[in-house]
Nanobody, 119 residues
Framework: QVQLVESGGGLVQPGGSLRLSCAAA????????MGWYRQAPGKQRELAAA???????NYADSVKGRFTVSRDNGKNTVYLQMNSLKPEDTAIYYC?????????????WGQGTQVTVSS
């Protein structure tokens, strides 16, 4: 079994910063893709930022230049540094990893962490 545990969400004023963390634990042989999605009220879940196959990164146009995804492979952890936050960044943020457990490749999701940008 594999679990993803997120931390770092909260309430921040416009223009502020937050850093999200997501650590994977359990039967992990290899991690392929890892990143962050978000879901605002009344909207579909969308990609925010991620490492895709081959190790390159992919960012939503709305966060380019403000968000940075990074990782620590030794800790099976992915981070999202969010700067210059805007009210429209308010959403539940979910981390996602594609993990090989020894029996196959599986998609795993974190529990979600609320990010609220408001004055």
């Amino acid at each position: 079994q594999v679990q993803l545990v997120e931390s770092g969400g909260g309430l921040v004023q416009p223009g502020g910063s937050l850093r999200l963390s997501c650590a994977a634990a359990g039967s992990i042989f290899r991690i392929n893709t890892m990143g962050w999605y978000r879901q605002a009220p009344g909207k579909q879940r969308e990609l925010a930022a991620a490492f895709i196959s081959g190790g390159s990164t992919n960012y939503a146009d709305s966060v380019k230049g403000r968000f940075t995804v990074s990782r620590d492979n030794g800790k099976n952890t992915v981070y999202l540094q969010m700067n210059s936050l805007k009210p429209e960044d308010t959403a539940i943020y979910y981390c996602n990893m594609k993990i090989y457990t020894g029996t196959g490749w599986y998609d795993y999701w974190g529990q979600g962490t609320q990010v609220t940008v408001s004055s």
